[in-house]
């Protein structure tokens, strides 16, 4: 509309001009009289047109000159003026209503964004590739004790480790480390994006303190291990302890020892029964410290690019030996699968102790089918998630767990089977970890069980 009536106007000033400058020329030589009248009304209307042109051409400078200094305070008059100026200028208010109406919106979200970083226990610092710092909350100074960061090697006085993490660390990645800031022990959980501003790339990296919950986990570990160890160690030393004691008896009477003479063939006969269960409970005590032993102590991991389609069909063929090596050629088998999508997955990884995980899981698929039915399976699948990471997970479609025993089940020691040992899942979380991976573990009664891993 604005736009329309800003045509008209210059459609009637241009077609006053031109009907001048005609009625100039017609009566130029003839009348001078009638000759000065045209071109006085022409000179009025360039005037006029002029003034007009200036006085808008001067609202628009004063407007964009608000807008660039983002004063929002300039009003113009709507009710003066010929028709097409109140419309312009009630259009010039309109859009200075919207700018002034964004410009408070952005505001309380700049407020409301800097009061959540102000508040959140997460530290967030990002930084250009230079490592000119861009902002930091007040959680990045009260962890490391410092009034101003303005570069990440401001850093580097608390620890050099901790700059060359975060120089390095890619986007989407996660890492952990250990800082003593005023000799207290951070155990910080870093995790880094990066996005483009301006053209300009910007890691940003949120560092948080996880010490007290380790401490909380290491607690809650210690306990459960404790009752553990207390439960398989009583169950090995009082049955040998009350067995000692009992025939102990066969041959003392009181205090005194009894007489060659006393000692029957039934009891020597029951004496070596005796000694047998002990010894047998010993060994089985001797195999529970050497499981513990091979708990703590892992081999040192010797690190290749394991190709992991190959790496499946290699796990695939343990699986089935395994079947064949117990003579179940004629019987129900679950269908062992493998899935890798794209197929060149790769992965920097000890691939004999990844194939120990590998076959624990599948062993304890296995053992859960019980009587093996049609439809049973067993399926890996490899894939990349949006971050970039590699997940490997290998799924079932067995009898499951309860959520109680599916809490316990990284627990050392912990096991349902009667012959079990109860290490195999702590050792493969244990593996998975010294490759800077995470390990989880879903189930539902009757449905199946699925153990994810995150590289």
Known sequence: MIYRRFYLVMVVYLTGVILTAVAFAF?????????????????????????????????????????????????????KGFANEQLLNRSL?????????????????????????????????SFDKNGVVEFTNPEIKRMFNLDQISHINKLRNIDP??????????????????????????????????????????????LQDIKSELDTHEMDSWQKLIRILNHEIMNSVAPITSLSSTISGFYKSGKDQKSPEFITPRIISDTIKGLNIIEEHGKGLI????????????????????KIKEFFER????????????????????????????????????????????????????????????????SMIALRNPDGRVVLTIKDNGPGMDADTLEKIFVPFFTTK??????????????????NGNISCDSTPGEGTTVTMIF
């Not at 002029?50 to 004063?62: D, I, M, P, Y």
């Not at 208010?93 to 970083?117: G, H, P, R, T, V």
Request: glycine share 4%.
């Open 27 to 79: 009566s130029f030589g003839k009348d001078l009289t009638w000759s000065i009248l045209p071109l006085f009304c022409l000179a009025l209307i360039s005037i006029s047109f002029g003034v007009w042109l200036n006085r808008t051409n001067k609202k628009l400078a004063f407007f964009f000159s608000a807008v660039r200094n983002e004063d929002t305070s300039l009003i113009f008059p709507e009710g």
């Open 93 to 125: 208010n309109e859009l200075n209503n919207k700018l002034k109406d964004a410009k408070l919106n952005i505001e309380l979200q700049e407020k409301f964004y800097k009061n959540i970083m102000d508040k959140i226990r997460t530290g967030i610092i």
């Open 161 to 206: 480790k901790l700059v060359e993490l975060l120089e390095k660390i890619e986007s989407g990645e996660q890492k952990r480390i250990n800082v003593k800031v005023n000799h207290n022990l951070l155990s910080l959980a870093v995790h880094s994006q990066t996005i483009i501003i301006q053209k300009r790339e910007i890691k940003i990296v949120n």
């Open 287 to 306: 195999h529970f410290v050497e499981s513990y032993r091979s708990l703590a102590q892992l081999p040192k991991p010797e690190f290749t690019l394991v």
């Open 315 to 378: 796990i695939m063929i343990l699986i089935n030996s395994g079947f064949d090596n117990d003579n179940n050629n004629n019987k129900a088998r679950p269908l062992i699968t493998s899935s890798v999508t794209p197929d060149d997955i790769t992965l920097v990884a000890d691939d004999k102790l990844l194939a120990q995980v590998f076959i624990n899981i599948a062993k304890n698929s296995i053992e859960a089918f019980g009587q093996y039915k049609e439809g049973d399976f067993i």
């Open 418 to 435: 009667e012959s079990g040992s109860g290490i195999g899942l702590s050792l493969s979380r244990q593996i998975i970890r010294i490759h």
